[in-house]
């Protein structure tokens, strides 16, 4: 943990001080360890159950050279967590600088820009075409991979940092930039992700009864998915 090139800081994503918060672990002082995640990161709780740490951080781990590496992800959700239980939230701005800025889509890059700008006293209102936010978070990975309860925990976090979410609004569609921008916003970022990108271009694909694998998970978040009868073949694993 004393390491004199922590490497694993490098291949973070986010570039969380990462021997920092395990050295407040050790100590015992779960609270600064995770005012040090936050400093970095949105989403802690998120990120320690689906970031890829094995070829990021812990991937990189110079203890990893003779060993094992060090199961950073596992201590990053065992801090987010405990903040969770615990009411440890990041600190918000004193006051609002009056800037409103329109953030459109409410996944992973949505919702950590919105917590950076209400950090910063910009007063973020977060646009989702969707009827629940959270983005592929919340409609493309099933709960046994990412409990819903601990999006919607995250996310409740950001509405008290003063984060406003708005569902079921397509920007371009239900309401325009020059409309956003009559009403006061003078900043916009987009966020919309990927979400047309799983076609696999096979002969077949668009056949009646052929559903792709996170359109059928979305459908059954929503709550929307039809019973399947019959035999049913999965493709991939």
Same mark, same amino acid.
């Given at each position: %943990?004393?390491?004199?090139?922590?490497?694993?800081?490098?291949?973070?994503?986010?570039?969380?001080?990462?021997?920092?918060?395990?050295?407040?672990?050790?100590?015992?002082?779960?609270?600064?360890?995770?005012?040090?995640?936050?400093?970095?990161?949105?989403?802690?709780?998120?990120?320690?159950?689906?970031?890829p740490?094995?070829?990021?951080?812990?991937?990189?781990?110079?203890?990893?050279l003779?060993?094992?590496?060090?199961?950073?992800?596992?201590?990053?959700?065992?801090?987010?967590?405990?903040?969770?239980?615990?009411?440890?939230?990041?600190?918000?701005?004193?006051?609002?600088?009056?800037?409103?800025?329109?953030?459109?889509?409410s996944?992973?890059?949505?919702?950590?820009?919105?917590?950076?700008?209400?950090?910063?006293?910009?007063?973020?209102?977060?646009?989702?075409?969707?009827?629940?936010?959270?983005g %592929?978070?919340?409609?493309?990975?099933?709960?046994?991979?990412?409990?819903?309860?601990?999006?919607?925990?995250?996310?409740?976090?950001?509405?008290? %940092?003063g984060?406003?979410?708005?569902?079921?609004?397509?920007?371009?569609?239900?309401?325009?930039?020059?409309?956003?921008?009559?009403?006061?916003?003078?900043?916009f970022?987009?966020g919309?992700?990927?979400?047309?990108?799983?076609?696999?271009?096979?002969?077949?694909?668009?056949?009646?009864?052929? %559903?792709?694998?996170?359109?059928?998970?979305?459908?059954?978040?929503?709550?929307?998915?039809?019973?399947?009868?019959?035999?049913?073949?999965?493709?991939?694993?």
């Open positions: %943990m004393n390491c004199k090139n922590p490497r694993c800081v490098a291949a973070c994503p986010v570039n969380i001080n990462i021997p920092t918060f395990i050295q407040h672990v050790v100590e015992g002082n779960l609270k600064a360890a995770s005012d040090v995640i936050m400093e970095d990161s949105s989403l802690p709780s998120i990120c320690g159950r689906v970031c740490q094995e070829t990021q951080c812990e991937g990189k781990c110079i203890r990893g003779k060993g094992e590496p060090i199961s950073i992800g596992k201590l990053e959700r065992f801090v987010a967590d405990y903040a969770l239980e615990n009411d440890i939230k990041p600190e918000k701005a004193d006051c609002c600088n009056g800037h409103k800025v329109a953030v459109i889509g996944g992973p890059a949505g919702l950590s820009c919105a917590y950076f700008l209400a950090i910063e006293g910009y007063k973020p209102v977060v646009f989702e075409k969707q009827e629940k936010p959270g %592929m978070m919340m409609l493309g990975i099933p709960n046994f991979r990412l409990e819903k309860d601990v999006v919607n925990a995250e996310i409740d976090i950001l509405r008290e %940092m984060v406003e979410i708005r569902c079921g609004i397509e920007v371009g569609k239900n309401v325009t930039i020059q409309q956003l921008r009559e009403e006061g916003f003078s900043g970022f987009v919309t992700g990927l979400q047309n990108c799983g076609k696999l271009g096979v002969p077949g694909e668009d056949a009646e009864g052929v %559903m792709g694998g996170v359109d059928y998970i979305k459908s059954v978040t929503l709550g929307k998915a039809e019973k399947l009868s019959g035999d049913v073949v999965i493709i991939g694993g």
